[in-house]
């Protein structure tokens, strides 16, 4: 060829489809070398691949644009021979074969425009079916060049909307989801959309017989798929693989049945442990309260919960025999009411800045969760604590209090009980910021009592700053549990801005307690409602009663209110067993006695500070 031009309008070219080679020669002098990396090859447009080589090596492959390659480290000084190999499309050919009617020429075209069906057929371990047996087929010494160039057109940017579109369109046309459905092996490369629904479907098939390891393995191979660019299929996917995670995290949890009530408590906060099962619960939930208007993922939900209730509901049984034998708390364990004497006040003694969040129904895994978030700002601690009974939000957070560890009782309050601490009776929020302003005078503020403008003017003063948030519960306990279900993840992202707010403003020592955890169940299962137990209750709540029992109850565990550390005017304290409640409602609830109930976090973070990133304790 003396000039270059396209191959289509050559008469002689137009109906090749392959790979041709240019070569020429061309003079480097030798002051060009200096600048070595500032030296490329620009093919200008070239269709659809080239591959270059200079002085016999070669330099690389490019398929899209800009056709450059960076050649310098090949060049010499004077004479050098420069190569490029170029290869087309298969249109060409397959557009000059003899059309032998409109149907024929339809099905070959489509083959040939869009490279897919190629690709498809390399891909595909077994044979055809019959129905695609007689399409036009590419030779296999263009495999390779087919794979990069539908990898090409997948992976960029520019080249991979119109790759999904001409992708559905062939499937349409071709009826290739139809003509496959029998196949029992698909290839590895997601070239229609049909290939990943199905795979999407075998998931479930899989995870049901216990195959997980083989389930897993295909959402590894979809983490790249180019369907998983639209947004449906993108959380569809992460649903599947939240699933497929949760199933292997349930299987590989701990099987015996511990003695004491602290061997449980070691055995579910252990880096391997049961709260790895309560948060991939939580994800599953998230993801499908995001899918919720799709059913493709539902099955893999359900088996989840399934089993979720067998893993979690095994070791709640066991877990509440140690209570009735050991009582609670544990000895040597650490205590809800020991955190503001053990992480805040010594902060305080030093003068210098602390930072306490207050976090209505954190549960430990979530807990650890804040740990990772929060570990770009400097070392950060996880201990689990025991909660005080019952695990509900005004003792919980009474028990966070200045002086509460060996301190805090119930007393009654008119005809209620009421959590105190040294005497002092806490019913609600406003008590407890009282008695911290009391404590701590100027020192202390309260960021949610503070407008904003307020906030910027005074609270780099301030040694202590209380957080207070409420929207895990108020989510869990709101109108819609879809949404708290949807949402409630997203409140530690708010937490971690919260805390970047204020590490610019000196802050140094920031803790993150909780008052209590919570369970989390798509609903309460038929036959899950109790009847309340005989007795003379003068708290009654939905997973707990404190009073005086007077007969036994069927689902319901009823302890000596002593043993359960519990200091008050009662002498029994009466708890659901299992996921069970005294009063009808949504799937979420809390005030039993269970582990992800009783165990909460303690998150102590140094900002900016030496030392280990990141420890459980």
Request: charge should be neutral.
């Amino acid at each position: 060829m003396v000039q270059l031009a396209s191959w289509v309008n050559q008469p002689q070219l137009r109906c090749f489809s392959g790979t041709a080679t240019y070569e020429t020669s061309i003079t480097v002098p030798g002051q060009a070398l200096a600048q070595r990396p500032a030296l490329v090859v620009d093919l200008g447009d070239v269709r659809d691949v080239a591959e270059v080589w200079v002085n016999g090596k070669q330099v690389g492959i490019t398929w899209r644009m800009p056709y450059k390659l960076p050649i310098g480290e090949y060049l010499q000084a004077g004479a050098n021979t420069l190569r490029v190999d170029v290869t087309n499309l298969l249109i060409n050919t397959v557009l000059c074969q003899p059309i032998k009617d409109y149907t024929e020429i339809e099905k070959t075209y489509q083959i040939g425009t869009h490279l897919r069906p190629p690709e498809f057929t390399f891909d595909l371990p077994g044979p055809l079916p019959e129905q695609l047996a007689t399409a036009a087929r590419a030779g296999e010494e263009h495999r390779e060049r087919i794979y990069a160039l539908c990898e090409r057109m997948r992976g960029a940017d520019d080249t991979r909307e119109g790759y999904i579109e001409r992708a559905r369109s062939v499937e349409q046309q071709l009826r290739l989801g139809e003509l496959t459905r029998e196949l029992p092996q698909l290839g590895v490369r997601d070239t229609f959309p049909f290939e990943e629904r199905i795979y999407l479907g075998r998931l479930e098939t899989l995870a049901k017989t216990g195959k997980v390891a083989e389930a897993r393995e295909i959402v590894e191979r979809r983490r790249r798929s180019v369907w998983r660019y639209l947004p449906e299929r993108a959380v569809l996917w992460k649903l599947a693989e939240r699933c497929v995670d949760f199933l292997a995290a349930a299987a590989a949890g701990p099987h015996r049945s511990e003695a004491a009530v602290r061997g449980w408590i070691q055995a579910y906060t252990a880096a391997d442990g049961l709260w790895q099962v309560d948060r991939l619960q939580r994800l599953v939930e998230q993801g499908a309260a995001a899918c919720a208007e799709s059913e493709e993922a539902a099955g893999l939900v359900s088996l989840c919960r399934q089993r979720y209730r067998e893993v979690a509901g095994k070791a709640q049984a066991a877990f509440l025999q140690a209570v009735e034998r050991d009582g609670w708390p544990p000895d040597g364990v650490f205590r809800q009411t020991q955190t503001f004497e053990r992480y805040v006040a010594p902060v305080l003694e030093e003068r210098r800045k602390a930072v306490y969040f207050l976090v209505d129904s954190m549960r430990y895994e979530m807990g650890r969760d804040l740990g990772t978030a929060l570990d770009p700002f400097g070392p950060v601690s996880v201990t689990a604590a025991v909660t005080v009974l019952p695990t509900t939000t005004p003792c919980g957070m009474a028990a966070l209090m200045p002086g509460a560890d060996g301190t805090f009782t119930l007393v009654a309050d008119g005809e209620d009980l009421a959590p105190a601490v040294a005497g002092r009776v806490l019913r609600n929020s406003a008590d407890r910021m009282t008695l911290l302003r009391e404590r701590y005078g100027d020192r202390f503020r309260d960021l949610l009592s503070m407008s904003q403008k307020r906030f910027q003017a005074v609270i780099g003063n301030a040694d202590l700053v209380v957080v207070r948030t409420q929207e895990i519960d108020a989510l869990g306990e709101g109108p819609s549990l879809y949404l708290a279900r949807k949402l409630m993840s997203e409140i530690l992202g708010e937490i971690r801005t919260a805390t970047d707010r204020l590490v610019a403003l000196g802050f140094d020592t920031f803790v993150y307690a909780a008052d209590h955890g919570h369970m989390l169940l798509p609903e309460v299962a038929a036959g899950d409602v109790l009847r309340q137990p005989p007795g003379e209750w003068k708290k009654i709540k939905r997973r707990s009663m404190l009073g005086h029992s007077t007969a036994r109850a069927a689902g319901v565990m009823v302890l000596p209110a002593a043993r359960m550390g519990i200091v008050g005017p009662v002498a029994d304290f009466a708890v659901a067993t299992g996921f069970k409640v005294f009063r009808a409602g949504e799937g979420y609830f809390h005030e039993g006695l269970s582990l992800a109930e009783c165990l909460i976090p303690i998150v102590v973070l140094q900002a900016r500070e030496p030392g280990p990133k990141y420890t459980v304790a």
